[in-house]
Every structure is written in C-alpha cells, then in structure tokens.
Nanobody
Framework: QVTLVESGGGLVQAGGSLRLSCAVS????????MAWFRQSAGKEREFVSG????????DVAESVKGRFFVSRNNAKNEASLEVDILNPEETAVYYC?????????????????WGQGTHVTIFS
C-alpha cells in the first residue's frame, strides 16, 4: 500500500505564493512519475504539472508556465509544487498523483495513486 499526503495549502492573497508538498509513504516503489492536478468548484480536475522519477523531465500546463515549478526529493520521498503569482481563479483543491511507470501524463486516468488534496484559496 502506498499513501500520498498533500500539505501546504491555505489562504493567500492574489499575487502571492505557496509551496505545496506531497509526502509518499508505504510502498514507495509503486510511485515513479508524479503529477499535480487541481479542481476548482464546478469544474473538472485539470493537469497542472508532472515530473519523472529522477526529476530530469518535467511538464507544465501552459496556463501556469513560468509561475508554477515542480520538484521532488526521492531521498525524502516527497514532491513539491511552488505556486507563484496566484490569482483568485486558481482557488482549487490541489492533488498529488503518482503511478508506477516512469512517464508523465496529463491524463488523470493514467495515475493510480492519489492524495486527498490540499485546499488553496486565493483572495483579492
């Protein structure tokens, strides 16, 4: 069994920043590529960013490129997402996901492990 737990969400003013973390525990070998998704109220969950196991490949959605930065530390079994210059429309639950194969994907259907999500609320 593998567990993903997100943290770092909260309330932040528009233009501000947060650092989200995802801790992986249990059968960590079941998680190679990882990704971040988000879901705003009334909308479908959308891909934000992905990262390969060794961090050598990253993928970032165009809407957040230059503002969101994904990283990971396998020695600590964690991934992070730095989110900068947030706007109120990005209020959402941010989810961490992973799967055993080492390729990043923008499709949530490819990910087999999910965290419970961390709430990010941006106010103007």
């Amino acid at each position: 069994q593998v567990t993903l737990v997100e943290s770092g969400g909260g309330l932040v003013q528009a233009g501000g920043s947060l650092r989200l973390s995802c801790a992986v525990s249990g059968r960590t070998e079941d998680v190679a590529a990882m990704a971040w998704f988000r879901q705003s109220a009334g909308k479908e969950r959308e891909f934000v960013s992905g990262i390969s196991y060794n961090g050598g490949y990253t993928d970032v959605a165009e809407s957040v490129k230059g503002r969101f930065f994904v990283s990971r530390n396998n020695a600590k079994n964690e991934a992070s997402l730095e989110v900068d210059i947030l706007n109120p429309e990005e209020t959402a639950v941010y989810y961490c996901a992973g799967h055993a194969r080492d390729y990043t994907s923008r499709s949530e259907a490819d990910y087999t492990r999910w965290g419970q999500g961390t709430h990010v609320t941006i106010f103007s």
